[in-house]
């Protein structure tokens, strides 16, 4: 019986813990600010700047 309810209560721990770790990671992608093509690519493109040079 104790078995049982250490695990049904470390359950629910896992659960709560599950469900804010994914709440937490959804709302930190829906702020997230998307980069532009120029913001992502920039190192990249000035390199190959420097190289045709």
């Given at each position: 019986?104790?078995?049982?309810v ?5 359950l ?7 469900h804010t ?5 959804l709302?930190?992608?829906r ?5 532009t ?13 420097k190289q045709?040079?």
């Amino acid at each position: 019986m104790r078995r049982l309810v250490f695990a049904a209560a470390l359950l629910a721990v896992a659960t709560v813990g599950f469900h804010t770790f994914i709440s937490a990671s959804l709302a930190a992608a829906r702020e997230a600010k998307a980069a532009t093509f120029a913001e992502r690519f920039a190192p990249a493109l000035e390199l190959m700047a420097k190289q045709a040079q």
